[in-house]
């Protein structure tokens, strides 16, 4: 299977530092994409890492461990804007087919 | 275009109908997706086109769903006798290509098509 799981809701407060973590079976993927999605808007790319470790992107890093099936994004400085869904999403091992989890809510409060 | 467009952005019909769903993908990304959305969920995978062909559709629910990409760049997705479970947001998103060759292969998505059956 490729699951891949993920908390349902978070809230934290503006300012403040958020990590929102996803697990998922190792063997059906190669790498893992996260997206913001607010809502009844469009699903949009944040970040994409194939290999172990933290990709820093401004306010945005995102880890990955390989082994451990297992990736987190972390937010820094929250803004009201940030309250969206977070998907993570896993890359299917033939390289085109991006599997997406069921999200994670954050409300971010004042 | 700038971006994914999608028409229609909203369709509401009554069971049993047929409805067709159109995808504009941005200029030149060759690889096309649909994904279905319910509330509270992700996108759920349906069919990837690369150029023409239907390179992956083991997501199409059942045999009521179909979709075309005739000349590698459009796509329709069709739906015959609607049921009122198919009720959902329809996206579309391209790639410009799959993962390698400096493409993360992320995905721009289009703002959906709403389907509601009645």
């Known amino acids: 299977g490729q699951n891949i799981d993920q908390p349902t809701e978070m809230t934290a407060t503006e300012g403040a530092i958020v990590q929102i973590n996803c697990t998922y079976q190792t063997s059906g993927f190669n790498g893992l994409f996260w997206y913001q999605q607010h809502a009844g808007e469009a699903p949009t790319f944040l970040s994409y890492?194939?290999?172990?470790g933290l990709e820093e992107k401004g306010r945005f890093s995102s880890f990955l461990s390989r082994s451990k099936g297992y990736s987190y994004l972390l937010l820094k400085e929250l803004q009201m804007k940030d309250s969206a869904s977070y998907l993570c999403a896993g890359l299917n091992t033939g390289g085109f087919k991006t599997i997406f989890g069921a999200g994670t809510r954050l409300f971010v409060k004042a | 275009g700038a971006g994914v467009s999608q028409t229609p952005s909203n369709k509401v019909t009554e069971k049993g109908k047929y409805v067709e769903l159109r995808c504009d993908p941005i200029s030149g990304h060759t690889a096309l997706y649909w994904y279905r959305q319910s509330l509270g969920q992700g996108p759920e995978f349906l069919i990837y086109?690369?150029?023409?062909?239907?390179?992956?559709d083991s997501g199409l629910p059942n045999d009521r769903f179909f979709a075309v990409r005739p000349e590698g760049s459009v796509s329709t997705l069709k739906i015959q006798r609607t049921e009122r479970g198919d009720s959902a947001v329809y996206l579309c998103a391209s790639s410009l290509t799959k993962v390698g060759g400096g493409s993360a292969g992320e995905l721009f998505f289009g703002e959906g098509s709403r389907l509601t059956v009645l």
């Open positions: 086109f690369q150029g023409t062909g239907a390179a992956d």
């Open positions: 890492n194939v290999l172990d």
